[in-house]
């Protein structure tokens, strides 16, 4: 069974980057036909789609954070990652990684717990 | 992008009746070649991660209770609970995976009667 798990910076002053490290187990990563992205949800608010990285490497990101936004991977270490630049307190958020299915790789089919990233003064 | 609109925002469904959500696209989500819509249901409860119940528009994930269905095609999908538990209050969200960016609704609460 596929299995996310992620940690990271919690707490974060405007300006500065975000990094959240999510470590897949129970499969291949390097072998995996799937995508894995990551996703965030505002306190009390709905869920925004912040990018995804594919088996080959090639990453596609939300227009909104593109600027920002880079997703970067580990398959020795099965672990892929998300760096966020230049915070404010709009990026205060629980940030998920997730997988996609066999089946359909461009869902959510596996979610990680969330880390609650605060950006405050 | 794909802007995804659910209704109704919440809903308030007695035990053992029938909860309909609805999720409307901006733009087709079928892709015709393979007959399939990218939409997928998920359903989030607090301080949870959300759970995909369904996709392909209308395929149940494993485990997912048969009391959870998803029907409709191009710009126009449903999500029906036949008969409502006490587990299912949460908020329900469905997405569009055909382009990114991969737009979510901004969901629909499911609240007992």
């Known amino acids: 069974q596929v299995q996310l798990q992620q940690w990271g910076s919690g707490l974060l002053k405007p300006s500065e980057t975000l990094s959240l490290t999510c470590a897949v187990s129970?499969?291949?990563?390097?072998?995996?036909?799937?995508?894995w992205s990551w996703i965030r949800q505002a306190p009390g608010k709905g869920l925004e789609w912040i990018g995804e990285i594919h088996r080959g490497g090639s990453t596609i990101y939300n227009p909104s954070l593109k600027s920002r936004v880079t997703i970067s991977r580990d398959t020795s270490n099965s672990q892929f990652f998300l760096r966020l630049s230049s915070v404010t307190a709009a990026d205060t958020a629980v940030y998920y990684c997730a997988r996609g299915l066999q089946t359909a790789w461009e869902l959510a089919g596996y979610w990680g717990r969330g880390t609650l990233v605060t950006v405050s003064s | 992008d794909i802007v995804m609109n659910q209704s109704p925002d919440s809903l308030a469904v007695s035990l053992g009746e029938r909860a309909t959500i609805n999720c409307k696209s901006s733009q087709s989500v079928l892709h015709s070649s393979i007959n399939k819509n990218y939409i997928a249901w998920y359903q989030q409860k607090p301080g949870q991660p959300p759970k995909l119940l369904i996709y392909?528009?209308?395929t149940r994930e494993s485990g997912v209770p048969d009391r959870f269905s998803g029907s409709g095609s191009v710009t126009d999908f449903t999500l029906t609970i036949s008969s409502l538990q006490a587990e299912d209050a949460a908020v329900y969200y469905c997405q569009q995976y055909y382009r990114p960016p991969r737009t979510f609704g901004q969901g629909t609460r499911v609240e007992i009667k």
């Open positions: 392909w528009a209308s």
């Open positions: 129970g499969e291949s990563f390097s072998d995996s036909d799937s995508y």
